[in-house]
């Protein structure tokens, strides 16, 4: 086992585990809420299989993966299925993570630090998807009639904003330190998704919050998070229409 707090990327060999007790996950190309527990994993060093389910710009996620349907009452990924137990919801996965494979750790020690790093992954999941979901358009074919189209940018424009002041919030959590909750945390996976996310999608720049530039710079360098977001930019290009704005200097 290394230190905690190291980063074990490459995983561990397949081969440490025996025949059959490899994790699944089923996970989405572009599926950010997927692509963030991918980024545990592979900060645990846990080899794992994964499931790509169909997913396509103009259908979603149709058809739905049956494992999927019959494991998550929502019919969403991720999925994670460790031996007998399955799981859904990438917040259960990663707290389930850090039980069953405690080293390195990816939340801090003191309760009020550990309650700290769920507030923040609360702040990625919900609070920055509910003005990240006004830009989501953005990657699907432009239709031939785009009345539709541009009433759904007018929504973008008025989310883009929200999400500049996020970005302020965080910036100004992040003022003198390198992660968001003393060390990396689990914390930093879930923010990191939502900016990166806002970033692919054409959001704001970060020019002007030199700390969150910092820290997602930090972030970007580490290998479990250039691998997964190598791997989305790839799904990107196969799967998703240009977006004009996307990672805007
Ligand atoms: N709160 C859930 C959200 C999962 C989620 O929204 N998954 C999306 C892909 S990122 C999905 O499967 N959507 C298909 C659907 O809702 O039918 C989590 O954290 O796992």
Same mark, same amino acid.
């Given at each position: 086992?290394?230190?905690?707090?190291?980063?074990?990327?490459?995983?561990?060999?397949?081969?440490?585990?025996?025949?059959?007790?490899?994790?699944?996950?089923?996970?989405?190309?572009?599926?950010?809420?997927?692509?963030?527990?991918?980024?545990?994993?592979?900060?645990?060093?846990?080899?794992?299989?994964?499931?790509?389910?169909?997913?396509?710009?103009?259908?979603?996620?149709?058809?739905?993966?049956?494992?999927?349907?019959?494991?998550?009452?929502?019919?969403?990924?991720?999925?994670?299925?460790?031996?007998?137990?399955?799981?859904?919801?990438?917040?259960?996965?990663?707290?389930?993570?850090?039980?069953?494979?405690?080293?390195?750790?990816?939340?801090?020690?003191?309760?009020?630090?550990?309650?700290?790093?769920?507030?923040?992954?609360?702040?990625?999941? @919900?609070?920055? $998807? #509910?003005?990240?979901?006004?830009?989501?358009? %953005?990657?699907?074919?432009?239709? =031939?009639? !785009?009345? &539709?189209?541009?009433?759904?940018?007018?929504?973008?424009?008025?989310? @883009?904003?929200? $999400? #500049?002041?996020?970005?302020?919030?965080?910036? %100004?959590?992040?003022?003198?330190? =390198?992660? !968001?909750? &003393?060390?990396?945390?689990?914390?930093?996976?879930?923010?990191?998704?939502?900016?990166?996310?806002?970033?692919?999608?054409?959001?704001?720049?970060?020019?002007?919050?030199?700390?969150?530039?910092?820290?997602?710079?930090?972030?970007?360098?580490?290998?479990?998070?250039?691998?997964?977001?190598?791997?989305?930019?790839?799904?990107?290009?196969?799967?998703?229409?240009?977006?004009?704005?996307?990672?805007?200097?």
């Amino acid at each position: 086992m290394p230190p905690p707090g190291r980063i074990t990327f490459p995983p561990r060999s397949a081969d440490e585990f025996p025949k059959g007790t490899l994790m699944k996950l089923y996970s989405g190309p572009v599926s950010l809420f997927s692509r963030k527990v991918e980024i545990a994993l592979h900060e645990k060093g846990l080899p794992f299989e994964q499931i790509l389910v169909p997913f396509t710009q103009t259908n979603g996620y149709s058809p739905k993966n049956p494992d999927v349907l019959a494991i998550n009452p929502k019919g969403q990924v991720p999925v994670l299925v460790d031996g007998d137990l399955s799981l859904y919801d990438s917040t259960v996965i990663l707290e389930y993570l850090e039980d069953a494979y405690p080293e390195p750790a990816l939340y801090p020690k003191t309760p009020a630090e550990r309650a700290r790093s769920r507030l923040f992954d609360v702040f990625g999941d @919900e609070i920055m $998807l #509910a003005p990240l979901r006004f830009l989501m358009h %953005r990657t699907e074919p432009k239709p =031939d009639d !785009l009345t &539709g189209w541009e009433a759904k940018e007018l929504k973008a424009r008025e989310a @883009e904003p929200v $999400l #500049a002041g996020h970005f302020a919030e965080l910036d %100004r959590a992040l003022q003198g330190k =390198d992660y !968001l909750c &003393g060390a990396f945390s689990a914390a930093d996976i879930a923010v990191f998704m939502a900016v990166f996310w806002s970033r692919r999608l054409g959001g704001p720049s970060l020019r002007g919050y030199d700390a969150l530039a910092a820290w997602y710079a930090r972030l970007s360098a580490r290998p479990a998070f250039a691998k997964v977001v190598s791997e989305i930019l790839a799904a990107d290009a196969e799967l998703s229409a240009p977006v004009e704005e996307a990672f805007r200097e």
